[in-house]
């Protein structure tokens, strides 16, 4: 199992990015796939997460309406937009993978995870 996410950079107040994770060795299907980010000095939080048998998505409460996680099966990506993006979204941000977890779902804690991505610095600045 391998992640690997990109798309990280510096955006404006109010401005959007498009963060992409890269997959290998499983099916999209039949893993959990979840995004979360770490800001300096605070823990690591889920963002949002993606089930991989029905698609249910779950967002956390300061992202939610402004980010979409989708998955594209033809690149084997899954994809974070990022929208009306705000200074405190600033984190590095991780994706990660695992198998679920019997019938529990959100699965977005980030001590649920497994399969880990290097992450990417996002930074929201005028």
């Known amino acids: 199992v391998q992640l690997q996410a990109s798309g990280g950079g510096l955006a404006q107040p109010g401005g959007s990015l498009r963060l992409s994770c890269a997959t290998s060795?499983?099916?999209?299907?039949?893993?959990?796939i979840g995004w979360f980010r770490q800001a300096p000095g605070k823990e690591r939080e889920g963002v949002a997460c993606i089930a991989g048998d029905d698609g249910s998505e779950y967002y956390s409460d300061p992202v939610q309406g402004r980010f979409k996680i989708s998955r594209d099966y033809d690149k084997n990506t899954v994809t974070l937009q990022m929208n009306s993006l705000k200074p405190e979204d600033t984190a590095v941000y991780y994706c990660a993978a695992d198998h679920p977890h019997g019938a529990s779902w959100p699965m977005c804690g980030y001590e649920e995870y497994t399969y880990w991505g290097q992450g990417t610095q996002v930074t929201v600045s005028s």
């Open positions: 060795g499983f099916n999209l299907d039949y893993y959990e």
